[in-house]
Protein backbone atom coordinates (compact mmCIF):
# COMPACT_ATOMS: atom_id res chain seq x y z
CA UNK A 1 0.00 0.00 0.00
CA UNK A 2 0.97 3.43 -1.23
CA UNK A 3 1.53 5.52 1.88
CA UNK A 4 -0.10 9.23 1.10
CA UNK A 5 0.85 12.58 2.31
CA UNK A 6 -0.72 14.64 4.51
CA UNK A 7 -0.81 18.90 5.32
CA UNK A 8 1.17 18.07 8.12
CA UNK A 9 3.88 14.92 6.75
CA UNK A 10 5.03 15.06 3.23
CA UNK A 11 5.94 11.57 1.81
CA UNK A 12 8.21 11.25 -1.05
CA UNK A 13 8.74 7.30 -2.43
CA UNK A 14 12.14 6.87 -4.03
CA UNK A 15 13.93 3.38 -5.59
CA UNK A 16 13.94 1.47 -2.55
CA UNK A 17 13.97 4.13 -0.04
CA UNK A 18 11.50 7.18 0.94
CA UNK A 19 11.43 10.39 2.85
CA UNK A 20 9.17 11.54 5.64
CA UNK A 21 8.98 15.02 6.18
CA UNK A 22 7.60 16.22 8.68
CA UNK A 23 5.61 19.58 8.20
CA UNK A 24 4.19 22.04 10.79
CA UNK A 25 6.87 25.03 10.46
CA UNK A 26 4.94 27.31 11.94
CA UNK A 27 5.45 25.51 15.17
CA UNK A 28 8.72 24.43 13.82
CA UNK A 29 7.04 21.06 13.34
CA UNK A 30 6.30 20.64 17.00
CA UNK A 31 4.39 16.77 17.66
CA UNK A 32 1.07 16.64 18.19
CA UNK A 33 -0.88 14.01 18.83
CA UNK A 34 -2.27 13.61 15.00
CA UNK A 35 1.53 14.21 13.50
CA UNK A 36 2.97 11.16 15.72
CA UNK A 37 0.06 9.44 14.52
CA UNK A 38 0.73 10.28 10.69
CA UNK A 39 4.09 9.13 11.43
CA UNK A 40 3.64 5.69 13.26
CA UNK A 41 0.75 4.76 9.82
CA UNK A 42 3.61 5.88 7.47
CA UNK A 43 6.10 3.80 8.97
CA UNK A 44 4.13 0.75 9.08
CA UNK A 45 2.91 0.98 5.50
CA UNK A 46 6.44 1.28 4.45
CA UNK A 47 7.48 -1.56 6.53
CA UNK A 48 4.68 -3.74 4.76
CA UNK A 49 6.34 -2.57 0.96
CA UNK A 50 9.05 -4.58 0.40
CA UNK A 51 10.06 -2.14 -2.25
CA UNK A 52 11.04 0.13 0.24
CA UNK A 53 13.99 -0.83 2.33
CA UNK A 54 15.29 2.51 4.07
CA UNK A 55 13.36 5.46 5.18
CA UNK A 56 14.92 9.05 5.82
CA UNK A 57 13.22 10.77 8.84
CA UNK A 58 13.67 14.76 8.92
CA UNK A 59 11.94 18.30 9.10
CA UNK A 60 10.83 21.27 6.86
CA UNK A 61 11.92 24.41 6.60
CA UNK A 62 15.37 23.79 8.44
CA UNK A 63 14.11 22.61 11.68
CA UNK A 64 13.71 18.59 12.90
CA UNK A 65 11.13 19.04 15.78
CA UNK A 66 10.57 21.58 18.27
CA UNK A 67 9.44 18.89 20.82
CA UNK A 68 6.19 18.01 21.39
CA UNK A 69 2.88 20.35 20.68
CA UNK A 70 3.06 22.84 24.17
CA UNK A 71 -0.59 23.29 23.59
CA UNK A 72 -1.65 19.68 24.47
CA UNK A 73 0.73 19.27 27.20
CA UNK A 74 -0.45 22.42 28.77
CA UNK A 75 -3.69 20.52 29.63
CA UNK A 76 -3.21 17.07 30.07
CA UNK A 77 -3.73 15.66 33.59
CA UNK A 78 -2.33 12.87 35.15
CA UNK A 79 -5.38 10.47 34.23
CA UNK A 80 -4.84 11.82 30.60
CA UNK A 81 -1.59 10.48 30.15
CA UNK A 82 -2.23 7.09 31.34
CA UNK A 83 -4.68 6.98 28.31
CA UNK A 84 -2.76 8.93 26.07
CA UNK A 85 -3.33 7.68 22.41
CA UNK A 86 0.85 9.16 21.83
CA UNK A 87 2.16 5.45 23.59
CA UNK A 88 0.19 3.33 21.31
CA UNK A 89 2.02 5.80 18.35
CA UNK A 90 4.92 5.53 20.16
CA UNK A 91 5.29 2.06 20.12
CA UNK A 92 4.56 1.23 16.38
CA UNK A 93 7.03 4.21 15.59
CA UNK A 94 9.66 1.67 17.24
CA UNK A 95 8.16 -1.53 15.87
CA UNK A 96 9.87 -0.03 12.39
CA UNK A 97 12.07 -3.05 10.90
CA UNK A 98 13.87 -1.15 8.53
CA UNK A 99 16.46 1.11 8.63
CA UNK A 100 15.22 4.69 10.02
CA UNK A 101 18.05 7.65 9.36
CA UNK A 102 17.07 10.77 10.97
CA UNK A 103 18.33 13.71 9.23
CA UNK A 104 18.62 16.45 11.64
CA UNK A 105 18.85 20.37 11.25
CA UNK A 106 17.84 23.22 13.54
CA UNK A 107 16.20 22.22 16.60
CA UNK A 108 15.57 18.64 17.35
CA UNK A 109 14.24 19.19 21.03
CA UNK A 110 12.08 17.40 23.42
CA UNK A 111 9.76 14.98 21.65
CA UNK A 112 11.57 15.56 18.72
CA UNK A 113 14.41 14.27 20.03
CA UNK A 114 12.96 11.51 21.00
CA UNK A 115 11.67 10.36 17.81
CA UNK A 116 15.51 11.19 16.36
CA UNK A 117 16.48 8.79 19.24
CA UNK A 118 14.40 6.24 17.82
CA UNK A 119 16.50 6.11 14.49
CA UNK A 120 18.63 3.99 13.98
CA UNK A 121 21.13 6.62 12.42
CA UNK A 122 21.55 10.16 13.12
CA UNK A 123 22.98 12.85 10.53
CA UNK A 124 23.70 15.97 12.04
CA UNK A 125 23.78 19.29 10.71
CA UNK A 126 26.74 21.18 12.73
CA UNK A 127 24.23 24.15 13.42
CA UNK A 128 21.42 21.55 14.52
CA UNK A 129 20.65 21.85 18.26
CA UNK A 130 19.80 18.51 20.51
CA UNK A 131 18.33 18.74 23.42
CA UNK A 132 15.77 17.08 26.19
CA UNK A 133 14.90 20.31 28.04
CA UNK A 134 11.46 18.95 29.81
CA UNK A 135 12.43 19.60 33.00
CA UNK A 136 12.62 23.62 32.28
CA UNK A 137 8.69 22.73 31.99
CA UNK A 138 8.01 20.45 35.01
CA UNK A 139 7.96 17.30 33.36
CA UNK A 140 10.46 14.61 32.19
CA UNK A 141 11.34 13.23 28.76
CA UNK A 142 8.34 10.29 28.47
CA UNK A 143 8.81 8.38 25.44
CA UNK A 144 12.14 6.76 26.47
CA UNK A 145 15.01 9.64 24.79
CA UNK A 146 16.61 9.68 28.74
CA UNK A 147 17.20 5.79 28.62
CA UNK A 148 18.22 6.04 24.98
CA UNK A 149 20.34 8.67 25.42
CA UNK A 150 21.90 7.69 28.42
CA UNK A 151 22.71 4.38 26.27
CA UNK A 152 24.59 6.73 23.37
CA UNK A 153 26.58 8.93 25.32
CA UNK A 154 26.65 7.86 28.59
CA UNK A 155 25.47 8.43 32.68
CA UNK A 156 27.25 11.60 32.93
CA UNK A 157 26.52 13.60 29.51
CA UNK A 158 22.86 11.68 29.97
CA UNK A 159 22.69 13.41 33.24
CA UNK A 160 23.95 16.94 32.50
CA UNK A 161 21.50 17.48 29.24
CA UNK A 162 18.41 16.15 31.18
CA UNK A 163 18.65 17.45 34.63
CA UNK A 164 19.40 21.15 33.20
CA UNK A 165 18.01 20.99 29.94
CA UNK A 166 20.89 21.81 27.93
CA UNK A 167 20.92 21.83 24.45
CA UNK A 168 23.77 21.20 22.39
CA UNK A 169 25.07 21.71 18.30
CA UNK A 170 25.24 19.12 16.15
CA UNK A 171 28.92 19.07 16.04
CA UNK A 172 28.91 18.24 19.86
CA UNK A 173 26.08 15.48 19.44
CA UNK A 174 28.82 13.84 17.19
CA UNK A 175 31.86 13.76 19.29
CA UNK A 176 29.61 12.16 21.72
CA UNK A 177 28.20 9.73 19.84
CA UNK A 178 24.83 11.03 19.56
CA UNK A 179 24.93 11.53 16.18
CA UNK A 180 26.75 9.20 13.74
CA UNK A 181 27.33 11.68 10.94
CA UNK A 182 28.31 15.18 10.91
CA UNK A 183 27.25 16.90 7.77
CA UNK A 184 26.79 20.19 6.64
CA UNK A 185 24.18 18.69 3.99
CA UNK A 186 22.61 16.58 5.80
CA UNK A 187 20.06 15.82 3.73
CA UNK A 188 22.72 14.62 1.22
CA UNK A 189 24.04 12.61 3.42
CA UNK A 190 21.44 11.12 4.77
CA UNK A 191 20.16 10.26 1.26
CA UNK A 192 23.39 8.76 0.13
CA UNK A 193 23.32 6.47 3.26
CA UNK A 194 19.75 5.75 2.41
CA UNK A 195 20.62 4.84 -1.11
CA UNK A 196 23.61 2.30 0.33
CA UNK A 197 21.37 0.94 2.77
CA UNK A 198 18.79 0.12 -0.13
CA UNK A 199 21.24 -2.11 -1.93
CA UNK A 200 21.99 -4.32 1.19
CA UNK A 201 19.97 -7.47 2.04
CA UNK A 202 17.33 -6.57 3.63
CA UNK A 203 16.63 -9.78 5.70
CA UNK A 204 20.13 -9.59 7.09
CA UNK A 205 19.58 -5.48 7.97
CA UNK A 206 16.37 -6.16 9.58
CA UNK A 207 18.07 -8.47 11.91
CA UNK A 208 21.31 -6.45 12.36
CA UNK A 209 19.06 -3.60 13.80
CA UNK A 210 17.15 -5.70 16.22
CA UNK A 211 20.16 -6.88 17.48
CA UNK A 212 21.68 -3.74 18.51
CA UNK A 213 18.72 -2.55 19.77
CA UNK A 214 18.31 -5.23 22.09
CA UNK A 215 22.44 -5.12 22.87
CA UNK A 216 21.38 -1.24 23.68
CA UNK A 217 18.03 -1.36 25.01
CA UNK A 218 17.11 -5.00 26.99
CA UNK A 219 18.74 -3.68 29.78
CA UNK A 220 16.77 -0.44 30.17
CA UNK A 221 13.18 -1.59 29.44
CA UNK A 222 12.58 -2.46 32.65
CA UNK A 223 12.72 1.28 33.27
CA UNK A 224 11.20 2.12 30.18
CA UNK A 225 7.41 1.78 32.12
CA UNK A 226 8.56 3.31 35.23
CA UNK A 227 9.80 6.51 33.54
CA UNK A 228 6.83 6.70 31.53
CA UNK A 229 4.68 6.67 35.13
CA UNK A 230 6.47 9.28 36.42
CA UNK A 231 6.00 11.78 33.37
CA UNK A 232 2.19 11.11 34.03
CA UNK A 233 2.30 11.83 37.89
CA UNK A 234 3.86 15.19 37.10
CA UNK A 235 1.20 16.17 34.74
CA UNK A 236 -1.44 17.03 37.71
CA UNK A 237 1.73 19.14 39.60
CA UNK A 238 1.55 22.54 40.21
CA UNK A 239 5.20 22.80 38.75
CA UNK A 240 4.38 21.34 35.42
CA UNK A 241 1.15 24.31 35.29
CA UNK A 242 4.05 27.16 36.41
CA UNK A 243 6.18 25.60 33.59
CA UNK A 244 4.14 25.75 30.68
CA UNK A 245 3.04 28.92 32.12
CA UNK A 246 6.19 30.27 32.07
CA UNK A 247 7.17 28.86 28.92
CA UNK A 248 4.55 30.43 27.18
CA UNK A 249 5.34 34.12 29.07
CA UNK A 250 8.73 33.72 27.81
CA UNK A 251 9.55 34.40 31.83
CA UNK A 252 11.84 32.14 34.31
CA UNK A 253 9.48 29.51 36.04
CA UNK A 254 9.00 29.78 39.81
CA UNK A 255 9.03 25.95 40.83
CA UNK A 256 7.94 25.29 44.04
CA UNK A 257 7.95 21.73 44.50
CA UNK A 258 4.08 20.88 44.87
Known amino acids: MTPMST ?4 IELHEGWARLTLSRPERRNAL ?14 LDADPAMRAVILTGAEGNFAAGADIGEIATKTTADGRADPRKESWARIRGFSKPLVAAVEGYCLGGGCELALMADVIVAAPSAQLGLP ?33 IIPGSLAHDWGLAAYLAEDAQGTAEDLARRLARRAPLA ?33 EDKAEGIAAFGDKRRPAFKGR
Do not use: H, Y
Open 134 to 166: ETNLGIIPGAGGAERLTALIGRARAMRMVLSGE
Open 32 to 45: NTALLAQVAQALER
Open 7 to 10: DTLR
Open 205 to 237: LAAAKRAVIGAAESPLAATLAETRTAFEDLLDT
